[in-house]
């Protein structure tokens, strides 16, 4: 069956960086794209953009240009999405989701928190 | 952006009831529209695609439709399990964007 786990809730300072991972199973992982999505709320749900798994060509919401970056290391069939010059605005739960028809599959989300 | 207007923000029903949950685009998204189940645990389900179609394993009681502008999720009898955060998703056009939300709650 298809899933995508996640790695843990974060804790990290301003102005640090944090690196979440998305390890995808079940299905041939470089035939869909992974997407990112966060959580917060008071801004809802936001699309922060994808990643092209077999050729890892990323396009992002105009929005998290510069703050997240977003990577695949297709030897573990894991997706990556690095935040940085963290503020606590991103403080959030971000999940990983697979395409297409929008997103099919979801991770169970990682919490990070962004305090001094 | 495409805004997603989702109503009501809250809906308070019993078990057995038919329920709607609206959504509507700020502009035509051509049936680009999915629907999505969040739990308190975070867990999210993607119950319909394509605006109507049914996603293998969600119970036939959910039930989408629409066109243009404006899409509807419909449970026809409520279940305990059905209790949960609802969500739109627009993927026509980039940045994707989400519906603020409707919360089903036990009345």
């Known amino acids: 069956q298809v899933q995508l786990q996640q790695s843990g809730a974060e804790l990290a300072k301003p102005g640090s960086s944090v690196k979440i991972s998305c390890k995808a199973s079940?299905?041939?992982?470089?035939?869909?794209?992974i997407s990112w999505i966060k959580q917060t709320t008071g801004q809802g749900l936001e699309y922060i953009g994808y990643?092209?798994?077999?050729?890892?060509?990323?396009n992002y919401n105009e929005k998290f240009k510069g703050k997240a970056t977003l990577t695949v290391d297709k030897s573990s069939s894991t997706a990556f999405m690095q935040l940085s010059s963290l503020t606590p605005d991103d403080s959030a739960v971000y999940y990983c989701?697979?395409?297409?028809?929008?997103?099919?599959?979801w991770g169970q989300g990682v919490m990070v928190t962004v305090s001094s | 952006d495409i805004q997603l207007t989702q109503s009501p923000s809250t809906l308070p029903a019993s078990l057995g009831e038919r329920v709607t949950i609206s959504c509507r685009a700020s502009?035509?998204?051509?049936?680009?529209l999915n629907w999505y189940q969040q739990k308190p645990d975070g867990t999210v389900k993607r119950l319909i695609y394509?605006?109507?179609t049914l996603e293998s394993g969600v119970p036939s009681r959910f039930s989408g439709s629409g066109s243009g502008t404006d899409y509807s999720l419909s449970i026809s009898s409520l279940e305990s399990e059905d209790f949960a955060m609802y969500y739109c998703?627009?993927?026509?056009?980039?940045?994707?964007?989400f519906g603020g939300g409707t919360k089903l709650e036990l009345k």
């Open positions: 394509s605006t109507s």
């Open positions: 502009q035509s998204i051509s049936n680009s």
């Open positions: 990643i092209n798994t077999g050729s890892g060509g990323t």
């Open positions: 998703l627009q993927y026509a056009t980039y940045p994707w964007t």
């Open positions: 989701a697979r395409r297409p028809y929008g997103f099919d599959y």
């Open positions: 079940g299905y041939t992982f470089t035939s869909y794209y």
